[in-house]
């Protein structure tokens, strides 16, 4: 990324973190409280089946902003290191968390770094805010691949209302961008934590068929997807 780009993009965070700290609403998908934290963290542990943490489970939050999810995987088991480039989210992270291991640094810097996890989160994260695939697996899956461990996860949640189009600079994803990914990197899911409507999953599950019997209504909203990775799936030289 540019260094005027990057700059821009961490201004524009920054106001948004300290809006959230003066207590406007600047952005309505963050997680803003602990309690939203933990029935995130504990809904996407019991949809992938996964083992619960221990101590020594590495986590690290990807643009963790106010650290929220940080301390709700901290809670859970993890050590966790929380990173975003807004240094007002990170200040006030460490303020309201002391025990997570919080840092103002950008992606590229970490993985750049010689540091391994376990597990990586990354919930709306802006690497991701892309219709091309191919760069999020280029720019973001395999730079990830590269700092997890041998039996490391990555698990990515991402709002989209699935029509393909952009919507105050935000991408929502369709269904074929999502099997896409899916196919290229073998990603379990996409998971639906929060929503009940069994017309929301099948729509997950069954594609358009879904949106041509019952119409594109029920879409206006964005829904908050969650896919995984397990590196132990994946090899990377098969997408080189």
Known sequence: MERND????????????????????????????????????????????????????????????????????????????????????????????????????????????????????ALDFSVLNTDDMEAIGNDFIRPCLDIMNDDGILIIGWHTNLTGRRIDNWIHWDNASIRKLKENFRLLGPRIVKFKSELLNGMILYGYRFIVRYGISSLVKSIPLYLLLRKSSNDLYAYT
């Open 6 to 121: 990057m700059n821009s993009k961490t201004s524009w965070y920054d106001d948004m973190y300290k809006k959230h700290k003066t207590g406007e609403k600047a952005c309505g998908i963050s997680v803003n409280n602990m309690e939203k934290a933990r029935s995130l963290v504990k809904q996407i542990w019991k949809s992938f089946n996964l083992r619960p943490m221990r101590g020594e489970t590495s986590v690290l939050d990807l643009g963790c902003g106010l650290g929220f999810v940080s301390e709700a995987l901290r809670e859970a088991g993890g050590n966790v290191t929380g990173i975003d480039m807004s240094s007002v989210a990170i200040e006030s992270a460490r303020t309201s968390f002391p025990l997570v291991a919080y840092e103002c640094a950008s992606f590229e810097e970490i993985i750049h770094g010689q540091r391994k996890f376990d597990i990586i989160w």
